[in-house]
């Protein structure tokens, strides 16, 4: 029973344009949710997250929406590069306690240029 | 400035072998995670540690899966009898665990198992 779910395995976009990776979440405990980027043959490196009290957290290139009725949560790059190019994870977490992450599958992102 | 450290990159056992998995946390960082990723999934949590304690073992899948951290900082993590399905690479990660906020947990490289 997937919690977090990723359902596109992949995005391909051009050099410039705007990437938009999306996630969908069934726990509503879920109270924090994040955006983690991997490399090949690296861990998993952070890269951006929201509180659910918030709608929007932005941090340069990037920007997460939340949006809690819906249970969804989007990120977009923009502009993207190709550097961008990695694997992304949506993930999900409830604060206090362990706060162990729950990820999705993951969506392997390619920006060409 | 270390990160996170996983020793041996890289395991390969036959069935029903023991292994043990190290990691090696950023140091000062209280709190130290147990992920499992198969492929095509995400990590999956196994175990939580605060200090020297398991604070929250309910990802371990079963009883041949245990963990320790004697000292509150290196943890080794144990498999048992292996299976070929504890294929995986094995994730720890670290954080800080403030009194406030969320505290960002530091992924280490991982360890891949392969078990013929």
């Known amino acids: 029973d997937q919690q977090v779910k990723q359902n596109s395995p992949s995005l391909s976009v051009q050099e410039g344009r705007i990437s938009i990776l999306n996630c969908d979440y069934t726990n509503s405990m879920f109270d924090y949710f994040l955006w983690y980027k991997k490399y090949p043959a690296e861990g998993p490196t952070f890269l951006i997250s929201?509180?659910?009290?918030?709608d929007k957290n932005e941090d340069g290139r990037f920007t997460v929406f939340l949006n809690k009725s819906a249970k969804h949560l989007s990120l977009h790059i923009v502009p993207s590069q190709p550097g961008d190019s990695a694997v992304y994870f949506c993930?999900?977490?409830?604060?206090?306690?362990?706060?162990?992450?729950?990820f999705g599958k993951g969506m392997k992102l390619t920006v060409n240029p | 400035g270390a990160g996170v450290s996983q020793t041996p990159s890289n395991k390969v056992t036959e069935k029903g072998k023991y292994v043990e998995l190290r990691c090696d946390p950023i140091s000062g960082h209280t709190a130290l995670y147990w992920y499992r990723q198969s492929l095509g999934q995400g990590p999956e949590f196994l175990i939580y540690?605060?200090?020297?304690?398991?604070?929250?073992d309910s990802g371990l899948p079963n009883d041949r899966f245990f963990a320790v951290r004697p000292e509150g900082s290196v943890s080794t993590l144990k498999i048992q009898r292996t299976e070929r399905g504890d294929s995986a690479v094995y994730l720890c990660a670290s954080s800080s665990r403030g009194t406030s906020g969320v505290d960002e947990q530091f992924f280490g490289p991982g360890t891949r198992l392969t078990v013929l």
């Open positions: 540690f605060q200090g020297t304690g398991a604070a929250d």
């Open positions: 993930a999900a977490m409830t604060q206090g306690g362990s706060e162990k992450l729950v």
């Open positions: 929201i509180s659910s009290i918030k």
